[in-house]
């Protein structure tokens, strides 16, 4: 008799430790999704920071390639930042360029109606700069996922000489 309450005793033991054991199991296993789910999150981010760093990049090579006379501040907009390799369009990540081109003092170069005049522009502009300009290159993008609230941005700059 004393046999049989020690095992019934032992059989209640162990379905309490299963139970503990699917508890550990199922919060383990929930907390191992969850870091997924944020590496995935992490890793889009940093792509689309990377297809943003290529655009400015390749803007602000453009720059230094342009005649220093010729340099005008622009925007492009419905820039395709992430192309992701794919034809069709739903997934890619859409962005802004930004050029304005600043004076030694940090004063941006714009014309007298309001529009970003540049250097070579017609417009009134400050007498002509001998010592060269900073060129900064904005990208301004939405992101994807849950972070689509918050506009990004990263801001690249140049000095062009004459």
């Known amino acids: 008799m004393k046999r049989l309450k020690n095992r019934s005793r032992q059989a209640a033991m162990t379905l309490v430790e299963v139970l503990i054991t699917v508890l550990i199991v199922t919060f383990s296993g929930l907390a191992t999704l969850g870091a997924m789910m944020y590496g995935r999150e992490l890793r889009a981010s940093i792509e689309e920071r ?11 090579e453009s720059v230094r390639a342009t005649p220093f006379t010729a340099l005008r501040s622009m925007t492009l907009t419905h820039v395709t930042l992430d192309s992701k390799g794919t034809l069709e ?18 004063n941006e170069l714009e014309s007298t109606n309001g529009s970003s005049g540049g250097i070579g522009s017609e417009s009134s502009v400050p007498p002509p700069i001998t010592t060269g300009v ?11 996922g849950r972070r689509s609230r918050a506009t990004q941005s990263l801001t690249l700059s140049t000095f062009v000489a004459p």
């Open 50 to 60: 990377n297809a943003a760093v290529r655009e400015a990049a390749g803007l602000i």
């Open 89 to 106: 369009e739903n997934d890619d990540l859409r962005g802004t360029l930004v050029l304005k081109l600043y004076d030694p003092y940090g």
């Open 134 to 144: 900073e060129a900064r290159v904005t990208v301004y993008w939405s992101p994807a």
